[in-house]
């Protein structure tokens, strides 16, 4: 049984290969009301992921779900965006039938602004990237934070990291703004690095890709063998594909563990800069009220196989 009412969320990416996958599974599920969308630089140029946001709407069968542009660097600092894991035009070289429509007028924090204000329920950020947007959006609105139910997050680990020994790449990129949102005291479910190294496919999986049929499973397929190019090596098990795993939170929490934590940003270590500093052990003994951030620590793997077979048999 679906609920009588769906999740309203609004998506903030940086449309690479896994936000894709993420967009894959979101679009075709029952349980989603996708208000809009808004895109940062990151895993490439603001220029890229905001085409590729729009072109694979519109591939997925989604054209209504509106589109803004966000912010084409960090807050303070002048890091380039990470496009050698994601190929050149950010999804492995795959070329989506262009869009017939621009990104809406309005800046991406105006633009989530009126969407908060305008849904009668409180509403679920899900930040697939760095999160620049929303720091500038909570910055500049701070009303809006009584608009927010969570915000649902990729990033963020104990003791790993990528792409630096301890830090993962959305925190890294802007520590700033991680740091920011974090404080805001918005509740914020981290999809962590420790929990997506767990959701993989296998590579006889991935060689079933092709064979559901239909033009998103091709497309899948295209860009998993990209993906696999460039990350395969990480994981002899299979193929990690994070913002996906985060997505699944929303559709499938139960294959998910977790508990809440106080959890801060290192911004300024020489050699940990982008680290997210968590509680685990409880050493700062703060109230249950400052712990505000939900670490996921575990996904299942075989549902997180299962749900994703599920979305591409979804679109025939």
């Avoid at 989604?62 to 600092?77: C, F, T």
């Avoid at 990480?234 to 959890?263: A, E, K, S």
Wanted: net charge neutral.
């Amino acid at each position: 049984m679906y609920p009588e009412k769906k999740i309203p969320i609004i998506i903030d990416c940086d449309t690479g290969i896994d936000d894709l996958l993420a967009l894959l599974l979101a679009v075709q599920s029952p349980l989603l009301d996708i208000l809009g969308a808004t895109t940062t630089a990151g895993n490439q140029t603001i220029e890229n992921t905001t085409r590729n946001t729009l072109d694979a709407l519109e591939f997925l069968g989604r054209p209504d779900i509106p589109v803004a542009v966000g912010r084409d660097r960090p807050l303070y600092r002048n890091v380039l965006a990470q496009g050698s894991i994601h190929g050149a035009n950010g999804v492995g070289g795959y070329r989506f039938p262009a869009a017939k429509r621009t990104p809406d007028h309005r800046a991406a924090p105006e633009f989530v602004r009126d969407l908060l204000a305008a849904c009668p329920d409180k509403v679920t950020l899900v930040a697939l990237a760095p999160l620049t947007n929303i720091a500038v959006l909570l910055e500049k609105y701070p009303a809006c934070k009584e608009r927010i139910d969570k915000i649902l997050f990729m990033g963020g680990s104990i003791a790993t990291g990528n792409p630096t020994p301890v830090a993962t790449a959305n925190v890294w990129y802007d520590p700033e703004a991680a740091r920011a949102v974090i404080a805001s005291g918005i509740p914020v479910v981290m999809c962590s690095l420790n929990c997506s190294r767990g959701a993989y496919l296998t590579k006889a999986e991935l060689a079933k890709v092709r064979g559901v049929g239909g033009p998103a499973a091709a497309m899948a397929d295209e860009v998993l063998k990209a993906y696999y190019a460039t990350t395969g090596g990480q994981n002899p098990r299979g193929l990690n594909i994070h913002d996906l795993c985060t997505m699944m939170y929303l559709t499938d929490p139960g294959m998910f563990t977790g508990d809440w934590y106080f959890v801060d940003v290192e911004c300024k270590g020489e050699l940990t800069c982008g680290m997210t500093v968590v509680d685990y052990e409880d050493r700062l003994h703060k109230p249950r009220e400052e712990k505000t951030v939900y670490f996921l620590k575990t996904a299942d793997r075989d549902r997180f196989a299962d749900n994703f077979f599920r979305a591409l048999k979804s679109y025939g």
